[in-house]
């Protein structure tokens, strides 16, 4: 079945980086756009950044110009380096494939998630 696993969450100080990896496996002949999400506590979750298999990226209002999406298509993977860190930038990254294209794609469903990685900044 489709997996997501992200890693790389982890606690650093205001102003640090830290770099999200999602790899996605268990699909073939079909390509989904893959996406970052975030939720803080007692918010909702909401979008960080995305990028399409043609490489176009969209971001937050909010991130733009700290982070920066990336993916090795040959694996996968998505990347998300954040950088300038800020107290705010504290929640859950979860990562999302949605937005299926390719003759197989009848076989999967129209998204998935993956189960989170948390991200905790201090100040």
């Known amino acids: 079945q489709v997996q997501l696993v992200e890693s790389g969450g982890g606690s650093v100080q205001a102003g640090g980086s830290l770099r999200l990896s999602c790899a996605a496996s268990?699909?073939?002949?079909?390509?989904?756009?893959m996406s970052w999400y975030r939720q803080a506590p007692g918010k909702e979750r909401e979008f960080v950044s995305s990028?399409?298999?043609?490489?176009?990226?969209n971001y937050a209002d909010s991130v733009k110009g700290r982070f920066t999406i990336s993916q090795d298509n040959a694996k996968n993977t998505v990347y998300l380096q954040m950088n300038s860190l800020k107290p705010e930038d504290t929640a859950m990254y979860y990562c999302?494939?949605?937005?299926?294209?390719?003759?197989?794609?009848?076989?999967?469903?129209?998204?998935?998630w993956g189960k989170g990685t948390l991200v905790t900044i201090s100040s």
């Open positions: 999302k494939l949605d937005r299926p294209r390719g003759a197989w794609c009848g076989y999967y469903a129209m998204a998935y």
């Open positions: 268990g699909y073939t002949l079909c390509t989904y756009d």
């Open positions: 990028i399409d298999s043609d490489g176009t990226t």
